[in-house]
């Protein structure tokens, strides 16, 4: 099946900075989300792309659909004490019946 | 946050026992899905519904069942529970905006 690559595992960043993961692929998607998950609940969506190119900003939360369509980024600035958690990305493909395929997550630590 | 509710929450289990798990949706969401999640897995996708009693498997399908008799609820049965469904399960639902899932708060199941 498709595979989204989430790297690294881990990252350990101080409160203030600005972090950046990515998420890659082999293959096209025609969606990309990004969730966020806090420990002992469930993921919680963060921002939904649509469109290659396409910039979306949440908050301090800005993430980008590639425009080879098998890639996103999700930039976190300044970051505070409750930024963390796991990232995962997920992908959509057309004529996938509305199944998404995640990656296996990245887990952000921020040291105060 | 999307009204969607699992139980029970915690469950502890002998290999071999039949186990249900539902998630109940109040947002009347046309797509549910049952997903596990282990460490360095990620989330996978068990089953999903795409309406009344319309099914469908996912990539780790083997050893569960699932049915949906209303739009509201999503049962998962695991028939003869093993050691290796140990695992932390999720329901997510979608509506119009169908990659767009939203997930409940989790299922932590031990199987003994």
């Known amino acids: 099946g498709q595979q989204l690559n989430q790297s690294p595992q881990s990252m350990f960043i101080q409160e203030g900075e600005d972090v950046s993961m990515n998420c890659t692929s082999s293959?096209?998607?025609?969606?990309w989300l990004w969730y966020k998950q806090d420990p002992g609940e469930g993921p919680v969506l963060l921002i939904a792309?649509?469109?290659?190119?396409e910039l979306t900003s949440n908050g301090r939360l800005t993430a980008q659909f590639g425009i080879t369509r098998k890639d996103s980024f999700l930039n976190i600035s300044a970051s505070i004490p409750s930024d963390v958690g796991i990232y995962f990305c997920?992908?959509?493909?057309?004529?996938?019946?509305?199944?998404?395929?995640f990656g296996k997550g990245i887990t952000l630590s921020v040291r105060p | 946050d999307a009204g969607i509710t699992q139980s029970p929450r915690h469950k502890v289990t002998e290999t071999g026992t039949p186990v249900t798990l539902r998630c109940h949706q109040t947002?009347?969401?046309?797509?549910m899905y049952w997903y596990r999640q282990d460490p360095g897995h990620g989330l996978r996708l068990i089953h999903y519904?795409?309406?009344?009693?319309?099914?469908d498997k996912g990539e780790v399908s083997d050893g569960y069942s699932v049915s949906r008799s209303k739009t509201e609820d999503f049962l998962l049965t695991l028939e003869s529970a093993t050691s290796s469904q140990t695992s932390v399960y999720f329901c997510a639902i979608s509506g119009t905006v169908v990659y767009e899932q939203y997930f409940g708060p989790g299922t932590r199941l031990t199987v003994t």
């Open positions: 519904s795409y309406g009344v009693k319309d099914t």
């Open positions: 947002e009347n969401h046309r797509y």
């Open positions: 997920a992908g959509g493909e057309t004529g996938a019946n509305s199944k998404l395929t």
């Open positions: 792309l649509y469109k290659a190119g």
């Open positions: 293959s096209i998607f025609n969606t």
